[in-house]
């Protein structure tokens, strides 16, 4: 699903900017456990898609993604989204707490 590959990058790209995700050395694994999309407009080849990311809250485990993807230059967004992701140890598999890293990624 495209969709999701699209989120899927936008989070990681966000992530990586801000020095708390290295897909080589890792100690948490972060999985969506939720999403939602409310379909504006279509996107398609040979379309190109820009997205908007922001922190709306985060706790010890998990984090609330509000991700807008636009269509070329459109001014408004094709498709807001909403994406929830929780994090788990990248050993253990557990529930963690975010690494301290994260909290200044997060903060508004």
Same mark, same amino acid.
Request: charged share 15%; net charge negative; with cysteine.
């Given at each position: 699903?495209?969709?999701?590959?699209?989120?899927?990058?936008?989070?990681?790209?966000?992530?990586?900017?801000?020095?708390?995700?290295?897909?080589? +050395?890792?100690?948490? !694994?972060?999985?969506?456990?939720? /999403?939602?999309?409310? @379909?504006?407009?279509?996107?398609?080849?040979? *379309?190109?898609?820009? +997205?908007?990311?922001? !922190?709306?809250?985060?706790?010890? /485990?998990?984090?609330? @993604?509000?991700?807008?993807?636009?269509?070329? *230059?459109?001014?408004?967004?094709?498709?807001? !989204?909403?994406?929830?992701?929780?994090?788990?140890?990248?050993?253990?598999?557990?529930?963690?707490?975010?690494?301290?890293?994260?909290?200044?990624?997060?903060?508004?």
């Amino acid at each position: 699903m495209q969709f999701c590959s699209y989120i899927n990058k936008t989070v990681n790209q966000f992530q990586i900017k801000r020095g708390v995700l290295s897909i080589h +050395a890792c100690e948490v !694994v972060g999985f969506a456990f939720d /999403s939602g999309c409310t @379909y504006c407009s279509p996107i398609a080849f040979p *379309d190109v898609v820009n +997205a908007g990311i922001c !922190v709306a809250k985060s706790g010890n /485990s998990s984090v609330r @993604y509000e991700i807008a993807l636009y269509r070329n *230059d459109d001014a408004l967004p094709a498709q807001p !989204v909403i994406w929830l992701m929780s994090t788990l140890s990248a050993v253990a598999t557990d529930l963690c707490r975010f690494p301290l890293l994260y909290d200044a990624c997060f903060e508004p």
